[in-house]
C-alpha cells in the first residue's frame, strides 16, 4: 500500500523510526526501533491520523465508535476520529482513564457511550494486555470489540510460535489492522538508496525472530 510507505518515510524523518542497534522488552537485539510518542508536533501527528485512517477503511472493517486505551491511544483515537470525519465518516469515540474516578462524572470511560462494534486504536501490541483489559472493558458495557488498529506490526514471534498480533487474533477473534509491517518495511528498505545499508540486519532479525505468514493483514 502507498500509505504504508508514506507512513513509514514519515516515520524515519521524524526519528520515530531508528536504526542502529536497540534492545527490545524482550532483551532481543534490535536493528531497529519505533516510537509512536515522537509523532511530537500538530503536522506529523495530524498525518499519522491520517494514515490510520486510510488503513482502516482499505480494511473496508465494519464498526459504530472507537476507543482509545490510556495513555497513547488517547491522543490517536481523538485524531483518528477528526481525520475520519473530515473523510464523511463522523464516528463517536471514547477512551479510558487508568484509575476509576470517584468524583464527578466518576467511573473509568470518557467520551461516547460504547454502543454497538467498537474498534480500538492503539499505538502497537507489545503483550496484548493493554487489547485485553480494552476488549473487557467494551463488553462490560455491552458493546463487542471489532477489531484493533496500529501503526506498526513487528510480525515477530513472543513466547510462542505466534506474534502478538497473530495472538490477539485468534485469541478474541477480531481482526488486527496495521498502518505498515515488518515486510513493508523490508521492501522499503530495498528500494530506497539511502537506507538500503540497513537492510541486512533488519532480514536478519526478521528471518532470526520473525513469524511465518503475515501476522497482521488489512481484513
Same mark, same amino acid.
Given at each position: 500500500m502507498?500509505f ?6 514519515l516515520?524515519?524523518e521524524?526519528?520515530v #523510526? ?8 524482550a532483551g ?13 508536533d500538530?503536522? !506529523?501527528?495530524?498525518?499519522l ?9 482499505? !480494511?473496508?472493517i465494519?464498526f ?6 490510556a495513555?497513547k491511544?488517547?491522543p #490517536?483515537v ?15 469515540f471514547s477512551?479510558?482513564r487508568k484509575?476509576?474516578k470517584?468524583?464527578?462524572e466518576g ?5 461516547a457511550p ?8 492503539d499505538?502497537?501490541i507489545?503483550a496484548g494486555?493493554?487489547?485485553?483489559a !480494552?476488549i473487557?472493558?467494551?463488553r462490560a458495557h ?10 506498526l ?15 490477539v487474533?485468534?485469541?478474541?477473534g477480531?481482526? +488486527?489492522?496495521? +498502518?505498515?509491517?515488518?515486510?513493508? #518495511? #523490508?521492501?522499503?528498505?530495498a ?5 538500503r545499508?540497513?537492510l ?8 532470526r ?5 503475515e501476522?497482521?493483514?488489512?481484513a
Amino acid at each position: 500500500m502507498d500509505f504504508s510507505r508514506e507512513f513509514l518515510r514519515l516515520a524515519c524523518e521524524k526519528g520515530v #523510526l531508528r536504526f542502529g542497534e536497540f534492545i527490545t522488552k524482550a532483551g532481543r537485539r534490535s536493528p531497529y526501533f519505533f516510537n509512536s510518542g515522537l509523532f511530537d508536533d500538530g503536522a !506529523s501527528f495530524r498525518a499519522l491520523c491520517g494514515f490510520y485512517v486510510e488503513a482502516i477503511l482499505a !480494511s473496508g472493517i465494519a464498526f459504530d465508535g472507537l476507543f482509545g486505551p490510556a495513555y497513547k491511544g488517547i491522543p #490517536l483515537v481523538t485524531g483518528v476520529a477528526i481525520r475520519l470525519a473530515e473523510r464523511g465518516f463522523d464516528k463517536p469515540f471514547s477512551f479510558d482513564r487508568k484509575e476509576a474516578k470517584d468524583h464527578g462524572e466518576g467511573g473509568r470511560l470518557i467520551g461516547a457511550p460504547l454502543r454497538g462494534r467498537i474498534l480500538i486504536v492503539d499505538d502497537v501490541i507489545s503483550a496484548g494486555t493493554s487489547v485485553r483489559a !480494552s476488549i473487557e472493558l467494551i463488553r462490560a458495557h455491552g458493546a463487542e470489540p471489532a477489531g484493533v488498529v496500529i501503526a506498526l506490526d513487528r510480525m515477530e514471534r513472543g513466547e510462542g510460535e505466534e506474534s502478538a498480533a497473530q495472538e490477539v487474533s485468534r485469541r478474541f477473534g477480531i481482526p +488486527v489492522i496495521a +498502518v505498515a509491517t515488518l515486510e513493508d #518495511l #523490508l521492501a522499503l528498505l530495498a528500494d530506497d538508496p539511502r537506507l538500503r545499508e540497513h537492510l541486512p540486519a533488519v532480514r536478519a532479525y526478521r528471518e532470526r525472530y520473525g513469524v511465518q505468514g503475515e501476522a497482521a493483514r488489512r481484513a
